[in-house]
């Protein structure tokens, strides 16, 4: 099938008008209209159906549409994949995943330093961990950097994980704090202070911290992601736990604090063992740099 076919009909179907889809396509009206019965033709299936305000797919358009977006997007890449390699890059576009904390942070400081070396077309998905882990196993990403808290990281004979450091925990205060500019604090002292969380993983290593301290946590309030945490430390409703890797990238209006014995997560990169990208080990190494600019802060305060 022509492929300038099923694009008509996937501007047809987001536009909802035969007119507006020619004039974007820069078509007659009718040239539209004939694209989209050829195609009801070789499919043997009505695609769309006309309604008082324009046309809305049927069922089976639908789902046409859905697949035709997928072959489209793909061959689009396959183009630019050419492309590449004609004006003297990789060839291959890189794509990596991270958790949320370490996209904000040492993945795109690592990307840039890789970026200085050699021409190479990247993108960059944030997700949790298992979610990116999946994702490297299944070939959809050349490289995913995850951390292992809890409920921790699965072997799979598919991915190789190498790990990157041990990345200590912080505690976020608001400013004008009374525990703000102290040095490190023992989460004794922070006994009775409310929390907030946005992740299990992050809720279990406060728990475990506390509970060695024989103190408890009041995690009483929960945000939908970090932003969203650092803006209730903001405002003075809560303190929080964060990774050390992001204390010199917080808002201006906290401050990070680091802990006595402090909780710690593993940092890992992930690759498939087959097949893997010509610029995974140069952005590994790259990685390395980032995390050890960023980590090992010992006794000193950030903020």
């Given at each position: 099938m022509d492929l300038t076919v099923w694009r008509t009909f996937v501007s047809v179907c987001r536009l909802g008008s035969l007119s507006a889809a020619a004039d974007e396509l820069h078509h007659t009206q009718s040239a539209v209209s004939r694209q989209i019965a050829g195609l009801e033709q070789r499919l043997g299936v009505v695609l769309v159906e006309r309604h008082a305000r324009g046309v809305r797919p049927t069922a089976a358009g639908e789902v046409f549409c859905r697949h035709a977006l997928v072959v489209l997007d793909e061959a689009d890449r396959a183009v630019r994949a050419v492309r590449d390699v004609r004006d003297g890059g990789?060839?291959?576009?890189?794509?990596v995943g991270a958790t949320p904390s370490l996209a904000a942070g040492i993945v795109p400081e690592a990307i840039g330093g890789l970026l200085e070396s050699r021409a190479v077309r990247w993108s960059l998905l944030p997700g949790p961990s298992a979610q990116l882990h999946d994702r490297v196993?299944?070939?959809?990403?050349?490289?995913?950097?995850?951390?292992?808290?809890?409920?921790?990281?699965?072997?799979?004979?598919?991915?190789?994980?190498?790990?990157l450091g041990l990345d200590e925990m912080v505690v976020v205060l608001p400013l004008g704090h009374r525990l703000a500019g102290r040095g490190r604090v023992d989460v004794r002292a922070l006994a009775g202070e409310v929390w907030a969380e946005d992740n299990e993983g992050s809720a279990v290593l406060l728990r475990q911290h506390a509970d060695r301290a024989g103190?408890?946590?009041?995690?009483?309030?929960?945000?939908?992601?970090?932003?969203?945490?650092?803006?209730?430390?903001?405002?003075?409703?809560?303190?929080?736990?964060?990774?050390?890797?992001?204390?010199?990238?917080?808002?201006?209006?906290?401050?990070?604090?680091?802990?006595?014995?402090?909780?710690?997560?593993?940092?890992?990169?992930?690759?498939?063992?087959?097949?893997?990208h010509p610029c995974a080990g140069v952005l590994f190494d790259r990685l390395v740099e980032a995390f050890r600019g960023r980590a090992g802060a010992g006794g000193r305060e950030w903020g």
């Open positions: 990789s060839g291959r576009p890189l794509a196993a299944s070939g959809d990403l050349d490289v995913a950097v995850v951390t292992d808290a809890p409920p921790g990281l699965v072997r799979d004979v598919r991915v190789e994980r190498r790990l103190v408890g946590a009041r995690i009483d309030l929960a945000a939908a992601d970090l932003p969203g945490k650092l803006a209730l430390v903001a405002t003075g409703h809560a303190i929080a736990l964060v990774p050390g890797v992001l204390a010199r990238a917080l808002r201006a209006d906290v401050v990070a604090v680091a802990l006595v014995d402090p909780p710690t997560r593993g940092i890992h990169v992930l690759t498939p063992c087959r097949d893997p």
